[in-house]
């Protein structure tokens, strides 16, 4: 069962390649969707990392991470929009 989530958790680390290569050649707009699909894919993996080695003291994290995302997801846009 614990190979099942871990390769869950790899799969879709996988899948942030492309979304990572987007804030570097893309507009603004691509690049914080990208931006926010990358922060939900890490909380989810990082989720599916405490549910395979059952540590439930290693969910705070991810929690505190999707918490925090809305914000920071802002904090980004901000910061880009000095570039244009």
């Known amino acids: 069962m614990v190979m099942a989530f ?14 990572g290569i987007v804030p570097c050649r893309e ?3 691509a690049s ?3 931006y926010e699909f990358i922060t939900a894919v890490m ?3 990082l989720a599916l990392l405490a549910q395979a080695f ?5 969910f ?3 929690v505190l991470l ?3 995302m809305y914000g920071s997801g802002l904090v980004y846009v901000r910061a880009m929009e000095r570039w244009l």
């Open 6 to 19: 871990v390769a869950a958790a790899i799969a879709m680390l996988i899948a942030t390649i492309p979304a």
């Open 43 to 45: 909380v989810l993996v």
């Open 66 to 68: 999707a918490v925090l």
């Open 32 to 34: 914080v969707v990208a």
């Open 60 to 62: 705070e994290l991810p």
């Open 54 to 58: 059952q540590r439930s003291s290693e």
């Open 27 to 29: 507009e603004l707009a």
